[in-house]
């Protein structure tokens, strides 16, 4: 059964860092494309990152280009988000998803629960 | 960006009737190398994470319930459910995973009538 267990949300300054991590299971990690993916309150669903399964390029939302980056260890099947310069903005559910195949260019097959950051003051 | 736009932004529909939901894309989605169309539609329900429905446009997921289909090429699309289940109360989003940025519709909310 596949599953993704996010961790390492809560409440940040504005400014602030938070590292967000993603624990897969169930499916072979190293051949599949991963994906964040948010919601922000009363909102809609928005893609902020992706990294490939095999060449590991990383793909970001111009919104959080240059703040954010993506990464992934293979040897502990686990996805990583580091969050810097967070904005109220940037305050969402994040979602991590299993990409359908080893390319970004792919559907989200898989979700995580999502967990909650809140860029406050 | 690829704009997505979502038609319409809620609908009511009474059990056993059909629920359309609309899905234009600013620009094809249709990769010519392939002759696919990289278009998802996702169902959000309160409390739980997004779940696949349709890849590919067309291609239903293993497990969803053949009352949903999609339909639709290069830059309109269409999911479909056939016969509206009480369980299928939700928000729905299509998808493209075409260029980056990915972009997502805004949503359109299903409702029993």
């Known amino acids: 059964e596949v599953q993704m267990l996010e961790s390492g949300g809560g409440l940040v300054q504005p400014g602030g860092s938070l590292r967000l991590s993603c624990a897969a299971s169930g499916f072979t990690f190293s051949n599949y494309a991963m994906s964040w993916v948010r919601q922000a309150p009363g909102k809609g669903l928005e893609w902020v990152s992706g990294?490939?399964?095999?060449?590991?390029?990383?793909y970001y939302a111009d919104s959080v280009k240059g703040r954010y980056t993506i990464s992934r260890d293979n040897s502990k099947n686990t996805l990583s988000l580091q969050m810097n310069s967070l904005r109220a903005e940037d305050t969402a559910v994040y979602h991590c998803?299993?990409?359908?195949?080893?390319?970004?260019?792919?559907?989200?097959?898989?979700w995580g629960q999502g967990i909650l950051v809140t860029v406050s003051s | 960006d690829i704009v997505m736009t979502q038609s319409p932004d809620s609908l009511a529909v009474s059990l056993g009737e059909r629920a359309t939901i609309n899905c234009k894309s600013s620009q094809s989605v249709l990769f010519s190398s392939d002759t696919k169309n990289y278009l998802a539609w996702y169902q959000l329900k309160p409390g739980q994470p997004p779940k696949l429905l349709i890849y590919w446009a067309s291609t239903r997921e293993s497990g969803v319930p053949d009352r949903f289909s999609g339909s639709g090429s290069g830059t309109d699309f269409t999911l479909t459910i056939s016969s509206l289940q009480a369980e299928d109360v939700a928000v729905y989003y299509c998808q493209q995973y075409y260029s980056f940025p990915f972009t997502f519709g805004g949503g359109t909310k299903v409702e029993i009538k």
């Open positions: 998803a299993k990409n359908g195949g080893v390319s970004c260019y792919s559907h989200f097959d898989y």
């Open positions: 990294i490939s399964g095999s060449t590991g390029s990383t």
